[in-house]
């Protein structure tokens, strides 16, 4: 994304992580709409987090980089402390960038608040065979309260990743980043998707690494293909849970008119392959116009987009909308969503599919920009041919083409048409120039 609040260096239980899974690549299926809410239930009503104590909106965590080795990590016996490195630094704090922009989660450079909500402490140990083959450790405190003494210090959580080469060179989509993502996920509260943490078999249908960094369970076991980069971006479901345990960053919403989440990052080679998209309002554009690759978008909620070349990377929490979008240059399809869009298609082939009739309608019209007639098409055969079955209606369905004088053309579908009696259309989009042979019906 390319706005970002201004977020100073931005809640767990006693875990650790088996070796993590190396994603491989499997034929894909995509996963429909809303599948994942049951997993983010799960995720979500676990009761460690931390909390807001001052009352200020937000939970302001201070996270502490050069704190040695605390009472976690002798109690497990772990050797070999040490700081975390330049790269493991910068790659946790744009993970927490990431967050932040999207959750009421604040992250703060140690010594810079006074009282903060909660700390977080992170750290190396050595990668030795007496410290067990995990990369991470992460304990989240039991602090529970004391009326009778209010000041007493409170322990932080505590998160260590094995400090070998791959970690300490950590990016935005290599091991290192996926360790560290991995524990900061923990350090907010969020538990494993399985229950059973030994397992590699899927809990739940939408156990994997595409739905959870969390999971065991690499991402082409439901559909996701990210060839071989890890991720280290807090997925859909880790993003919903975050959400509803600490609420959503609706200051932003606020501060900006207009929300831009630039997908074209993910073409770079040191960048993460996932983006996920959690905001509840506002007006949102989904860039991904420099892509050469084809892509397939949703601005669905609770759906996943496949762009930069990977396979469902791009997904979009329930709730969340996207309205505008910018498409590549490849052969690419786009699904409008129930909000008016603005869809600007790219030099390539596009078809931008419409489900329902009221995903463009006289009121809210959607516009399809930069379309080419010949090249392009617009798919309204998922309820063109649905008729209103068992009724009895006078008219039939109907579909044409208004042109206005300033060259404007409007697609136009009635279920039920009667020449007699003129209504408004059901369906309405823009798409100047458009001609009948373009229309997909069935």
Do not use: C
């Amino acid at each position: 994304m390319n706005v970002n609040p201004s977020v100073p260096m931005s809640p767990p239980i006693v875990t650790q992580v088996d070796n993590l899974p190396s994603p491989n690549t499997d034929p894909d299926t995509r996963p429909a709409a809303d599948s994942y809410w049951n997993g983010v239930d799960n995720l979500a009503t676990r009761s460690s987090r931390w909390i807001d104590k001052d009352g200020n909106g937000k939970i302001d965590i201070e996270v502490d980089f050069s704190a040695g080795p605390g009472s976690y990590f002798k109690k497990l016996g772990l050797t070999g402390h040490s700081e975390l490195s330049a790269e493991q630094k910068q790659e946790l704090i744009d993970q927490m960038i990431d967050i932040s922009f999207e959750t009421n989660l604040v992250f703060h450079d140690k010594g810079t608040l006074e009282k903060p909500d909660g700390t977080i402490n992170f750290g190396n140990f050595a990668p030795v065979p007496s410290n067990g083959k995990n990369l991470v450790q992460v304990n989240f405190p039991e602090n529970a309260s004391a009326p009778h003494n209010p000041d007493k210090p409170e322990e932080p959580a505590e998160a260590y990743v094995r400090g070998d080469a791959r970690n300490l060179k950590a990016n935005g989509r290599n091991r290192g980043g996926h360790a560290l993502a991995h524990a900061l996920l923990h350090a907010l509260g969020l538990p494993h998707p399985n229950p059973d943490d030994k397992s590699n078999k899927p809990a739940n249908p939408t156990d994997s690494q595409g739905y959870s960094l969390l999971s065991s369970v690499p991402e082409t076991a439901t559909g996701h293909d990210y060839h071989g980069n890890y991720v280290t971006r807090a997925q859909m479901h880790d993003m919903s849970a975050l959400t509803l345990r600490y609420g959503s960053n609706t200051e932003n919403r606020r501060k900006f008119q207009e929300v831009f989440y630039d997908a074209n990052s993910i073409t770079q080679s040191d960048s993460p392959v996932t983006m996920t998209i959690a905001s509840g309002d506002g007006d949102e554009t989904l860039l991904a116009d420099k892509d050469t690759h084809d892509q397939y978008i949703n601005l669905n909620h609770g759906t996943f987009s496949s762009i930069g070349g990977f396979t469902n990377n791009v997904a979009i929490t329930r709730g969340t909308h996207i309205e505008d979008v910018a498409a590549g240059s490849g052969t690419n399809k786009i699904v409008a969503s129930t909000v008016k869009n603005l869809i600007v298609v790219g030099s390539g082939q596009n078809t931008v599919i419409f489900n329902n009739p009221w995903d463009s309608t006289p009121r809210d019209t959607d516009i399809i920009h930069g379309f080419k007639s010949g090249t392009d098409k617009v798919d309204i055969s998922g309820f063109s041919q649905k008729l209103y079955n068992g009724t009895f209606t006078v008219g039939t369905p109907h579909l044409d083409i208004q042109r206005t004088p300033d060259g404007q053309s409007f697609v136009r579908y009635w279920s039920v048409y009667n020449p007699a009696q003129p209504s408004a259309p059901d369906f309405k989009v823009r798409a100047d120039g458009i001609q009948m042979s373009d229309i997909i019906t069935k």
